[in-house]
């Protein structure tokens, strides 16, 4: 068959679904994807064929995408700033807004000209934010935590196909009130969402992506924000740094826990989409200035 037919077909079955824009970007990722295809491939040979063979897996991808399964679980993999990673419904698939936070965070240690650090990144799903860090701070020492231990495999595989050195860490943030270890940062991207924003999001998101990443009790939606405070009061080094991903309804309030628990050179930032986002506060850890 034509790859354009193929296109075409994509069009006609999903544009119901999804944007056309997205469904154009969706038929450009697979056929790179699974036949290695470059997306201009169309513009130089409008009668370009393919083979039963390589047709199959396009139209498996079309039937699962028809079924509102995000494209990355379909392929295995995305892309989180400089990386590849491989993801599966056992992670979240990193978001951009994430990738903002761990700029944040780079930009920091660059201009702090801090390089042998320790940096803990709580809720690591894929790995996204640790790995980046590590890859981009060779000389940091990064450890990563999160409750799932099929999470933890994923986050381990991407580690080494990145060869970058994390420790992994399994253990449940909430029941977790000090580690053996101080840390110069800790970041995380905890479940944030309320269970009564969930009819705002699509369904590709709330029937895919592991509802354990996502989801918090609307009576106590800060309940990690609170255990991850309360860890790294406990465990970052003087004048360490807490960022947090935060929910844009939810941000004042947040910041406030920081206020509360005397955290200082508080700071909210937007992401790109306006939203409020992402929280970064100082440990003044007034212990160890006794
Ligand atoms: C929003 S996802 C973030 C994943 C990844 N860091 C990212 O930014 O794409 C939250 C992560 O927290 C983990 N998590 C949920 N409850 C946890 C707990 N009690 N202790 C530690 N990690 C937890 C989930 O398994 C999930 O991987």
Not at 170 to 197: C, G, H, K, Q, W
Not at 259 to 271: C, H, S, V
Request: glycine share 4%.
């Amino acid at each position: 068959m034509l790859l354009r037919d193929i296109k075409n077909i994509f069009h006609k079955e999903l544009n119901t679904l999804y944007p056309k824009e997205e469904v154009s970007s969706f038929f450009y990722l697979l056929i790179e994807h699974f036949l290695g295809l470059e997306r201009f491939v169309l513009a130089l040979q409008p009668d370009f064929v393919l083979s039963k063979k390589e047709e199959q897996p396009l139209f498996q991808a079309l039937s699962e995408l028809r079924l509102l399964r995000p494209v990355q679980y379909i392929m295995g993999k995305t892309h989180f700033m400089d990386l590849e990673l491989t993801v599966n419904p056992n992670v979240l698939i990193p978001r951009p807004e994430t990738e903002e936070l761990v700029r944040w965070i780079l930009n920091d240690c660059h201009a702090d000209r801090r390089e042998s650090i320790t940096i803990l990144d709580i809720g690591t799903g894929s790995g996204c934010i640790a790995l980046t860090l590590a890859k981009n701070c060779p000389d940091a020492q990064v450890y990563a935590l999160d409750v799932s231990e099929q999470a933890l495999e994923v986050a381990q595989g991407n580690a080494e196909q990145n060869e970058v050195e994390i420790t992994f860490l399994n253990a449940d943030i909430r029941n977790l009130d000090t580690l053996d270890i101080s840390f110069d940062i800790v970041v995380s991207n905890p479940p944030y969402v309320r269970e009564t924003e969930k009819k705002e999001m699509r369904a590709n998101v709330t029937d895919y992506e592991p509802k354990e990443a996502l989801f918090v009790p609307d009576n106590d939606p800060l309940l990690f924000y609170s255990a991850i405070i309360q860890f790294s009061k406990n465990n970052l080094k003087k004048r360490g740094s807490l960022y947090l991903e935060v929910n844009q309804y939810l941000a004042q309030e947040t910041r406030q826990l920081l206020e509360d628990q005397n955290f200082t050179d508080i700071e909210l930032r937007k992401d790109l989409f306006g939203n409020d986002r992402m929280l970064k506060g100082r440990w003044k850890n007034m212990r160890s200035e006794t």
